[in-house]
Structure formats: structure tokens, C-alpha cells
């Protein structure tokens, strides 16, 4: 099987990467990275030329604007790359018959009700979740043979990277305060576990949304005490607020997350608790300091 991976210089589409490993062709939009060939998936015909030389059976698409903030102050670079560029990247599977994997979130629900299940009604609260719900549905109209990948949280040491966690140890090294919302809930996921998981759900016949997240719900302060906990680190640091305290412009779903179970069942690769993908970060932070 041949595999493209779209958005692959990110933060999920980097373990991806390593979880197809040789078989896998990348793209890079912005972030020029060594290996990987650039494309801008608002723009059609390149999509399309792209698809034609890899001739992929399988396209796995984590790329996307995926800053809930920025998405709410600049609606119409979201809809263009989250639901026009995911729209054309489907069009050009199905074209050429290609498996296709579409990374969506939690934010599809209001988050009165979480964790949701695969079926549980999306009624998003922001542009963001707005907007991917469309990508879902496009996807859902232009082929039978998609899967619909729901995450939530997505965390794992990456030097370089934006998550959380990697936004947690810096301010805990700086000695710098961390306001961390309390009231927003979430089913945080280790992201070497959801490669793997990805990987195992392409490569089957399964069809249509799967929630391959972490087990445990809990609130994002929870989850950064957690954290600091396990990483060695004060927790005097971390300042818990009201997401009404924190101003930001989107609205976030506060019982969001999604369900593990049912997905969790599918699979023989199993999804990494908190202390179980906290415990490698520890060692992986560790490594680096070493080396
Ligand atoms: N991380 C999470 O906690 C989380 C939670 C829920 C859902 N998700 C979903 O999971 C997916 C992966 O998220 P992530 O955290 O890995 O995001 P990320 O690190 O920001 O990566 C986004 C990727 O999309 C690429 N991209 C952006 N605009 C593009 C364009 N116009 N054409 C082609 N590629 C473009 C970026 O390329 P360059 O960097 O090279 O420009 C990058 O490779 C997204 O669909 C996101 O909505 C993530």
C-alpha cells in the first residue's frame, strides 16, 4: 500500500510519518522539512498533480488551520483550508479510488454531554468545530470508503513543537505562571499511541468516525497537575481560571471530549493512559536533557 500524508511537517502528521514509516510519501505546506514535498491544499490542481505522480491507495489527511482562536478572528482562511482544502483533497481520492482518513475533533459538540460517542449528534459552539463538521460531511457525500478520526487533546514531547504539554514545561523551566482552564474537560491523548492506533484502523476495512483518544476524562488543570506531577515540576505554577475568566474568543465546549470505548475495541494497539503517555514523556524529556 502506498500512503500520502498530508500535513505531515505538523504535530500529528510528524508521528504519522514514523508510524507508516517507508511507506509513506509527506507534505509540508509552510514549514519547509527536509523529505517532504510542499503543497497547498486550498489549491486544487496542485492537489490533484500531487495524487497523480504518488498515485497513493491511501490518503491520510491531519492537515488543517487548527487554531480554535484564529479560526473564530479569520473565518474565511478556516473555510478555505478546513473545509475547501479538505474538499479537494477528497475530490482527488476519490478520483483515483484512494482509502482516505480525515482527522476531526471533539469541538464538533457543544460539550454539554462529553465524552461523545461515534454517534452522539455534533452541535458546535465555534467557527472551528463549524467548520470541520463541514469537512465531515463533505468527506461523508464524496466517499463510502473514509474514516472519520476524532481527537481530542493531542499531547507528547516534541522539542519544537506547540502542544501543551511542551507549553507546560517550558513555562515551568521559565518559572512563568500558567493560567490552565478548570472547567474544560477533555479526553487527552499521547500521540505516538494515536499514530499507532491510526495506522492499525487505516489498514483495516473499518468505515466511518472512530474516537481513538485516551481513556481518562478529566479537566485541563487536572491534567496539568497531572503533568507537573510526573514531570518533576512544582505545581505552584499553574494558575486555575474560569474559561469566562480567560476572555478567549471562541467559545470552548467545557464537558467536551470524546469516547475511547468503542474504537478502543477495534483496535489490538492500546491507547495510552495519562500516566502511561506522561511516564514516556518524562523519559523522553529526560533523554534530551542528557544528550
Ligand atoms: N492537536 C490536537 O490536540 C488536535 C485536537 C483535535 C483535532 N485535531 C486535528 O488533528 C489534525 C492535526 O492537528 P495538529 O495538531 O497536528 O496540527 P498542526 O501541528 O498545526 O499541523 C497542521 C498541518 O497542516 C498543514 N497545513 C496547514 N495549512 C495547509 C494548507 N493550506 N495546505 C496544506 N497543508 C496545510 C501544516 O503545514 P505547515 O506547518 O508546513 O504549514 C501542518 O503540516 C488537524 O486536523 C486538527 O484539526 C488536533
Known sequence: ??????GASGFVGGEL??????????TYHRTATDGLQ?????????????????????????????NVERCETEPDESYA????GT?????????IGARFVYFST???????AGPYA????????????RHKLEAEQAVRDLLDNHLIVRICGVYGYHPTGKNFIMGLIGRARRGEPMQVPADQWGTPTFVSSLAEAVRELAYSTHTGAVHPVGPDYLSRIAFAETAAELLGFDPGFLEPRTSEQLRQHAQRPLKGGVDN????????????????????????MDADATA
Not at 500500500?1 to 498530508?6: C, E
Not at 507508516?20 to 510519501?25: E, K, L, W
Open 81 to 84: 483550508v478546513n473545509v475547501v
Open 38 to 66: 510542499q503543497l497547498d491544499i486550498t489549491d486544487p490542481d496542485a492537489v490533484e498533480a500531487l495524487v497523480d505522480r504518488v498515485q497513493p491507495t491511501l490518503i491520510v489527511h491531519p492537515a488543517a488551520q487548527p
Open 118 to 129: 461515534p454517534d452522539a449528534v455534533p452541535k458546535p459552539i465555534q467557527t472551528y468545530g
Open 17 to 26: 510519518m514514523n508510524a507508516f514509516g517507508r511507506a509513506a510519501v509527506g
Open 106 to 112: 471533539d469541538y464538533l459538540f457543544d460539550g454539554t
Open 261 to 284: 470505548r468503542s474504537t478502543q475495541a477495534m483496535l489490538t494497539t492500546r491507547l495510552a493512559s495519562v500516566r502511561e503517555g506522561l511516564a514516556i514523556v518524562r523519559r523522553q
Open 87 to 95: 474538499a479537494n483533497v477528497a475530490r482527488a481520492a476519490r478520483r
Open 1 to 6: 500500500m502506498s500512503v500520502l500524508i498530508i
